[in-house]
């Protein structure tokens, strides 16, 4: 399901989490085993492009904690999980849309 996350740009100590699910179902962890997780975000103009290596969890959720290059910039991103499994086929989280992160500018 698609969330929304509004922060401050430059701010690193966030982590952002999710749960998978097919049609609001979630994804059991043990159909999570042996795969790969990144976690994508694109700036609405499509200039600003992040693809970094994720976390999946025991219980499986979805966790990315932030490095500055990934919050250096104000403005909307969509995001998105991406899935590979050990096929090598990919699945795509939230699959109805995507996640939207907002980065509010730093007064500091």
Same mark, same amino acid.
């Given at each position: 399901?698609?969330?929304?996350?509004?922060?401050?740009?430059?701010?690193?100590?966030?982590?952002?989490? &999710?749960?998978?699910?097919?049609?609001?179902?979630? #994804?059991?962890?043990?159909?999570?085993?042996?795969?790969?997780?990144? /976690?994508?975000?694109?700036?609405?103009?499509?200039?600003?492009?992040?693809?970094?290596?994720?976390?999946?969890?025991? &219980?499986?959720?979805?966790?990315?904690?932030? #490095?500055?290059? &990934?919050?250096?910039?104000?403005?909307?991103?969509?995001?998105?999980?991406?899935?590979?499994?050990?096929?090598?086929?990919?699945?795509?989280?939230?699959?109805?849309?995507?996640?939207?992160?907002? /980065?509010?500018? &730093?007064?500091?």
């Amino acid at each position: 399901m698609a969330q929304t996350f509004i922060q401050k740009q430059g701010d690193t100590e966030v982590t952002y989490k &999710d749960t998978p699910t097919i049609d609001g179902t979630p #994804v059991p962890p043990a159909g999570l085993a042996g795969c790969t997780l990144r /976690f994508l975000m694109k700036s609405a103009d499509g200039t600003i492009a992040i693809a970094q290596a994720a976390i999946i969890n025991a &219980d499986g959720t979805f966790q990315y904690n932030p #490095v500055p290059a &990934d919050v250096a910039n104000v403005g909307k991103f969509n995001q998105e999980w991406e899935l590979t499994y050990p096929t090598g086929k990919i699945l795509t989280f939230p699959n109805n849309g995507y996640n939207v992160i907002k /980065f509010i500018a &730093d007064l500091g």
